[in-house]
């Protein structure tokens, strides 16, 4: 029987998701990320944060992304919606930190503007982000709690 | 939460120079809010354009692609425009130098975004703006009102982290800031052993304080840095600003070298030979053009050199390049004849579009770099890259 590992944080913008975690121990800077989407039209979800060793070359489309917190420009907030709104976007978004301003306004703003949500939960310490790994399968529940079942060893 | 009138006589800064059709969701706000017939509560500055066909051309082939991707830049000005931009020249991500005039006093309530310009006026002028992002920035200033938190309040505004620079000569701008937002990510921290090399904030440190912040803000994502003996605020309550339990951070030389060696290199031909350099992200001051094309001259003349060996531009906006050109019009006239240009754009838009985001582009910039595949490198090798048209060897 797998293990399950749970986690409790503050459930931002409330909601229920499950799907395979994308772990990154940095920073995740949204804009750098997303780049190609902002400015060439891309649409791929896949990671293009060269500075980020954890997610480059990652799809995080219809992931659970499991991070400290958002960084980098201040575009962030509009490519949360940009991405929601092409339909590429993660299904949660788990910071072990504080969620910061911009994430907060995008994630909201998509929600309220364009009816599209990204389920989100916040400071869920440094244990879980030691705790999720990369593949795990993750299930998010209204109340913030997280169940984290560890992918098995191929 | 409190809502908080904002200073009603401070011009505002919006961002979003980019008119692709990926800001579509942002376009169609700003057309509810322009078909509302409202506007910003005072005049505001905005974001550079992504491409100057005037100072930076490209083939008529790149030229049509790049029409293609960037088809909603006409709505967005005329939008911008409707909505209380100050005037069509009015783009610059350096809004707050005293030749552009949209520059905030000491204590000024914002309601900014642009992650370099947020940065430049809580730090080196002292106003007071969280991290805003396109689109609620432009909304609180349809209000005129900001929510009160965070970097808006004097507990906001202390610092948990000292970091103590024990560097042997003056770091780069750029590594200290990437080094310190790598380290403290959103927290606000409080900079000592500067003072060793910067006296006060000025024309001659200005630029050199704003491309500090700006790294600290790509690399991390960092709103307000005190500086001990330089930045307004630390002048006046020093050590007092750090909070109670605060982490130190020692940067030396040794550290330096590390974040420096840790940049990768995302050229194609990864020894290849550099295409353009551009120099200025966020766009200069009119003390950083002076200072790099008198750099760029004295290493022409010395080299005996009539033309540059590899297309140089250097970024600002049309005030600041005006005000560099009347200031100094020997250096001027060298620099066109050289073939220097100064485009009007935004180096770090223009490099990832796809046509323009093969060239090998090497720059001075720690955010051209993260946000592109642009290489970094230190001052005294893209100057002998763009007299010679090589890299020295030991950092190719």
Redesign the interface.
């Known amino acids: 029987m797998s293990q399950i590992t749970k986690f409790k944080g503050r459930p931002a913008v409330p909601g229920t998701a499950e799907g395979s975690a994308e772990v990154s121990h ?2 995740f ?1 949204t ?2 990320t997303y ?7 891309s649409d791929s979800g896949v990671c293009k944060d ?2 980020n060793k954890d997610l480059f070359g990652h799809d995080l489309a219809d992931k659970i992304v499991c991070i ?11 490519l949360f ?2 991405i929601l ?1 092409k339909g590429i976007a993660p299904k949660a978004m788990l910071f072990a ?1 504080h969620i ?3 994430a907060a ?2 994630i909201l ?2 929600d309220n ?2 009816g599209k949500r990204i389920v989100t939960v916040d400071l869920l310490g440094d244990d879980f982000l030691n705790a999720v790994k990369t593949g795990d399968k993750v299930s998010v529940q209204k109340d913030g709690t997280i169940e984290i079942e560890a992918a098995r060893a191929s | 939460m409190v809502l908080l009138f904002l200073t009603i006589r401070v011009d505002q800064f919006i ?2 120079g ?1 008119g ?7 376009l ?2 700003y057309k509810q809010l322009a078909d509302a017939g409202l506007k910003t509560y005072k005049p505001f500055t905005a974001d550079p354009k ?1 491409m100057d066909p005037e100072h930076l051309p490209v083939s008529a082939q790149e030229q049509a692609t790049v029409d293609k ?1 960037y088809n909603r830049m006409d709505e967005l000005e005329d939008l911008n425009l409707k909505l209380g931009m100050r005037s069509k020249d009015d783009w610059s991500c350096a809004c707050y130098v005293p030749e552009m005039g949209n520059t905030p006093e000491r204590g000024d309530y914002l309601a900014w ?3 370099s310009a ?1 940065n430049y006026v809580n730090s080196v002028i002292g106003a007071r703006t ?8 432009m909304l609180c200033n349809i209000i005129g009102k900001a929510p009160l938190f ?1 970097l808006m309040t004097d507990e906001g505004r202390k610092a948990v982290w000292l970091i103590d620079v024990k560097t042997t000569k003056q770091p780069h701008p750029e590594m200290l800031g990437s080094a310190i ?2 380290k403290v ?2 927290d606000v921290p409080y900079i000592a052993g500067m003072d060793r090399f910067l006296k006060e904030v000025n024309e001659e440190t200005s630029g050199y304080l704003k491309d500090l912040g700006a790294a600290t ?5 960092v709103g307000l840095y005190h500086m001990e003996g330089v930045t307004p605020e630390a002048r006046d309550k020093g050590r007092d600003l750090l909070k109670e339990g605060y982490q130190t951070y020692v940067i030396d030389d040794a550290e330096l070298d590390r974040i420096y060696k840790g ?2 290199n ?1 050229w194609k031909d990864k020894h290849g030979t550099p295409q353009r350099v551009f120099l200025g992200c966020p766009h200069m001051t009119s003390g950083q053009m002076a200072e790099w094309g008198n750099r760029i001259v004295d290493a022409m003349e010395k080299a005996g050199k009539s033309k540059i060996s590899v297309p140089t531009y250097m970024f600002g906006s049309i005030y600041v390049k005006k005000a560099f050109e009347e200031k100094n019009p020997d250096v001027t006239r060298k620099l066109k004849a050289y073939g220097v240009s100064i485009p009007l754009n935004c180096p770090m ?1 223009w490099c ?3 046509v323009e ?1 093969a060239e090998l582009v090497a720059t001075n910039s720690n955010k051209t770099r ?4 642009a290489r970094f490198f230190f001052d005294d090798d893209l100057t002998e890259l763009i007299v010679t048209g090589k890299l020295p060897a030991d950092v190719r």
């Open positions: 940095v920073g800077n804009c750098a780049v190609d989407v902002l400015i060439a039209g060269h500075d400290p917190q958002t960084i980098g420009s201040s575009s962030a907030a509009t919606m940009i709104e930190n910061d301003s911009l306004c995008g703003m998509g503007w364009l | 961002g979003g980019s692709s059709d990926g800001v579509e969701p942002l169609k706000i992504p991707i975004s642009e992650s947020i969280n991290r805003n992002s396109m689109g609620i920035d965070g937002g790598l990510m959103e803000a790509s690399n991390g994502a940049y990768p995302l838009m990832s579009t796809p985001g993260v946000y592109t595949s």
